[in-house]
């Protein structure tokens, strides 16, 4: 669900993130309704819906910190959502230095402390002047449950920020961000593993949020065990240029062609999979690959040009030949076909596929 733009970066939410305004909801109205059972029963719902409401506010200011810092040390963000465990932003690249890094993400608990402060001089000043408790409650519950935020997001185990503020300080220390990040990875697993076994526990013996700490604790072990095999792939292509793997001068074929022709007469005694189309200036018109083409049914193929079927240019990662091999892998992991193409001074020279990374990932596994 596209909610806007904040400070140039769009947001958004998961429509699983209806669950959790549910159970705010949910158990902020239960809490109210024990506290203050004299309360109007509209009232205390219009309370619990208003803390849900502000609590995911709360959220969004969280990630928009991230997003702004990550946008002024030179990085795309590419957008936040909100989803069931909380929110993420969408940030392309790495930071350049320790110090960039560790701004990045101190900036998320800050921002939550910050709201907390607010949501506490709200309360303080509601109290002041004599508005019903109720409200107040709705307030200093905002304030105590972005502390926890904070309190919980430091924890120095990623992907949590508190995971990325010890790699920064890792990297720093040792100058070696793969093995700092590798680290961070690690100390996240042994968390969602806690985080698992205190779940398990209060699932087991009826009492808590066991299913969501369950939940909560399969999340970043998972995470973390993505983010360290992303590390050691970065560790082991560091300093690989994209030239270095790429396959150099694929053969084009003209997007004129059918789907029909093209498999009867040229794909049958080509060695490749993936084949750019150029037109008569040189220009790119597209990438056609064997899946695109025997997707295309057989009544259409004689009818469907290889334009037709192509994945268009502006859905094509494009590449430079002296960028790190690092820097490419998630956009070909974002790619439709998992293929990218490397321009030099705006004249094709290579095609990159997911199969050169692994490539070079298992020479280097073998030279070590």
Known sequence: MKL?????VAIGAHWSALGTMALLF???????????????????????ALAAVLFMASLFAHEVAHSVVAKRQGLEVEGITLWLLGGVSRIRG??????????????????????????????????VTGVGPLWVAVASYL???????????????????????????????????????????????????????????????????????????????????????????????????????????????????????????????????????????GRVEGLITFNRLIAVPHARRAATTLRDAACPPREIPFADPDEPVTGLIPRLAESH????????????VGIVTTSDVNRAIALHLHRA
């Open 4 to 8: 806007g733009t904040v400070a140039g």
């Open 337 to 348: 076909d998992h293929r990218a193409l490397v321009f030099s001074a705006d004249r094709l």
């Open 94 to 127: 790495e930071a350049s230095r320790p110090r960039a890094d560790f701004a990045i993400a101190i900036v998320g608990p800050a921002a939550s402390l910050a709201s907390a402060a607010v949501f506490a001089a709200l309360a303080w000043a509601l109290a």
């Open 143 to 281: 304030a105590v449950v972005n502390v926890l935020l904070a309190a919980f997001n430091l924890v120095p185990a990623a992907p949590l920020d508190g995971g990325r503020v010890l790699r920064a300080v890792l990297w720093a220390i040792r100058g070696d961000r793969a093995s700092a990040a590798v680290w961070a990875a690690r100390m996240g697993r042994g968390f969602g593993m806690v985080l698992l076994l205190l779940g398990g526990l209060e699932f087991l013996f009826g009492f808590g949020f066991g299913l969501w700490w369950l939940l909560l604790g399969m999340f970043i072990l998972v995470m973390a065990g993505a983010e360290e095999r992303q590390a050691q792939t970065g560790a082991a292509l560091a300093g690989v240029r994209v030239g270095e793997v790429m396959t150099r001068d694929p053969e084009t074929v003209s997007g004129d062609l059918s789907v029909e022709a093209f498999l009867g007469e040229y794909a049958v005694s080509r060695r490749h999979s993936a084949f750019p189309l150029v037109d008569g200036q």
């Open 26 to 48: 949910a158990v902020v109205t239960s809490g109210f309704a024990h506290a203050y059972p004299d309360e109007p029963t509209a009232a205390r719902v219009a309370a619990g």
